[in-house]
């Protein structure tokens, strides 16, 4: 039963309202219609379009676990599709309602449990915005080493729910490297805590089945992550290279003789006009911004090693002050007025291979959207941002200034785009994404991905989730 009119939805109404209060399950037009949809392009130029978006039947506001935990009991019992919602800042269409249902706001979740100072780990609910977090453990000398372009506009919980990176991830790790344990809701209103730290040898670790599930198998609620001291000194550089390849030469050589710069960020000559000269930098060609963090002694030592690495790899340094520059504009690349827009028909197509790999990849990706899509006359740009001892990430994006008029056809265009660039990235030893997550947009190429392993998920997914109504239509999975 998905009740959607009539004293049926007046009833689920009034059962939920017993759960949260009256004032915090939500049934205006305009809140539903701004719930409906995250930051995927696609919903927003359906709905620019006049086109039908389908919206939530309410948003519902829980401010506790126990809440959650008595919302998804109804739920459960009537078949009523839940989409969690932490900042709505996702890109995949992970928050969007294709199925209306409700969508389960976490944004009263934001509660801190504990600093511990001794430890370094922050004991939080996960609805509470980024840049908050940020801004209270800064007061403590602190910081979560996640950083993402996001950060005013997404939630702790995201941040986990979709396997993100921070622009530090190289030193600090990934958002799934960060976290110890988290709470979940099942989809039947029972509470999980995963054990209380990752590294054990006591059974397979159920934490990084949660992390990353985007919603389709339970509700996180509660999460211990660790913190790190903000650093005693920052050190920056801006390396020019003759190319691409000496630039991921330098970079692998970094990586694999073991340093660790917080930042190694490799711009291509399209990305350096339109992330860098747009921020206000003097550089043309291809760059690399890199940044050390630590004691004074030691970011300086490193830095200087590393200096020497992009030398011998034909990289010309053109100044702290133009790497100190980047840290300062780091995220006005990532709002408006720079960040693109619909009309223009973009997306990130970004994925993470090995470094034998990585050149052919972006070189494969570049040349099918010029040749496969000249008519439209795309525009290609990539940067290589989250640095691993094996292998690195690229950050590509197309433009195309003037997608088809027919809403249709702009689907369809941004639909074969997609596939054809994750085909190219699954090619070359990539995944369907490194840390936008998949989402709505990415679902249907998961079993390309991983025949075997998505079979896997959906059999997990049956089993924690028999009625299909956590998050549907997202990761693939059946509903
Ligand atoms: C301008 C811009 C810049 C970005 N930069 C970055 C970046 O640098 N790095 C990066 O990693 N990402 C980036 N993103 C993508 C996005 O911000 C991240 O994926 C972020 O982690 C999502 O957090 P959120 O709170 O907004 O999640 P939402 O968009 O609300 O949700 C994302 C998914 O997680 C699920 N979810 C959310 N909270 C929970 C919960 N508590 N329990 C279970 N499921 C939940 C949702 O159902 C959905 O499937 C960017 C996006 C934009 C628009």
Redesign the pocket.
């Known amino acids: 039963m998905r009740p959607h009119t009539g004293y049926q939805l007046a009833n689920l109404r009034s059962y939920l309202e017993d759960i949260v209060g009256v004032d915090h399950v939500i049934g205006e037009e305009e809140a539903r219609s701004r719930a409906a949809v995250?930051?995927y392009w696609l919903t927003h130029m359906w709905q620019a379009r006049g086109e039908d978006v389908p919206s939530p039947a309410f948003i519902v506001r829980p401010a506790s676990t126990a809440e959650v935990a008595g919302v998804m009991r109804v739920c459960h019992t009537y078949r009523i599709p839940v989409?969690?919602?932490?900042?709505?800042?996702?890109?995949q269409g992970?928050?969007s309602t294709p199925y209306g249902g409700i969508v389960l706001d976490?944004g009263r979740m934001d509660r801190i449990y504990e600093i511990d100072e001794t430890s370094l780990v922050l004991d939080a609910q996960?609805g509470i915005n980024g840049r908050v977090l940020e801004n209270l453990l800064n007061e403590r000398g602190l910081m979560l080493a996640h950083y993402?372009?996001?950060v005013d506009?997404?939630?702790l919980?995201?941040?986990l729910?979709?396997r993100?990176?921070?622009?530090m991830s190289t030193k600090y790790g990934k958002a799934e490297d960060m976290v110890l344990s988290v709470e979940v809701v099942l989809p039947t209103g029972e509470v999980l805590d995963t054990l209380a730290h990752p590294n054990h040898a006591a059974g397979p670790g159920l934490l990084q089945l949660f992390v990353g599930s985007?919603?389709t198998l339970?509700?996180?609620t509660r999460v211990r992550i660790r913190l790190d001291p903000i650093p005693a000194s920052r050190r920056f550089q801006m390396v020019t290279f003759p190319g691409v390849a000496e630039g991921l030469e330098a970079g692998r050589r970094v990586m694999t003789r073991r340093l660790r710069p917080a930042v190694m960020r490799l711009y291509d000559e399209g990305a350096t006009v339109k992330s860098l000269q747009s921020t206000g930098h003097r550089v043309s060609g291809v760059n690399l911004v890199v940044m050390t963090d630590g004691e004074e002694d030691l970011a300086g030592a490193e830095m200087a090693h590393i200096e020497r690495i992009v030398t011998e790899c034909g990289g010309q340094l053109a100044g702290e002050a133009e790497g100190a520059h980047w840290w300062e504009h780091r995220y006005d690349f990532?709002k408006p007025p720079l960040?693109p827009g619909y009309p223009q028909l973009y997306g990130t197509v970004e994925t993470v291979t090995d470094y034998r790999s990585i050149l052919p990849l972006y070189e494969a990706k570049k040349a099918l959207l010029h040749e496969k899509y000249a008519a439209w006359s795309p525009q290609y740009t990539a940067h290589f941002s989250h640095w691993y001892p094996w292998g690195t990430m690229i950050y590509d994006r197309f433009y195309i200034d003037s997608p088809p008029e027919s809403a249709e056809e702009a689907l369809r265009l941004h639909n074969q785009v997609w596939a054809d660039c994750s085909r190219v990235n699954l090619r070359h030893g990539g995944v369907l994404n490194e840390?936008?997550?998949i989402?709505l947009k990415l679902g249907w190429l998961m079993s390309e991905q991983s025949p075997t392993g998505h079979r896997l998920v959906q059999q997990i997914k049956d089993t924690l989730d028999p009625a299909r109504i956590m998050?549907p239509g997202?990761l693939g999975l059946a509903l």
């Open positions: 995250d930051q989409v969690p919602r932490g900042g709505g800042s996702g890109t992970g928050a976490l996960p993402p372009s996001s506009i997404s939630s919980g995201g941040y729910a979709a993100g990176s921070g622009v985007e919603g339970g509700v996180i990532y960040q840390h936008h997550g989402g998050n997202k």
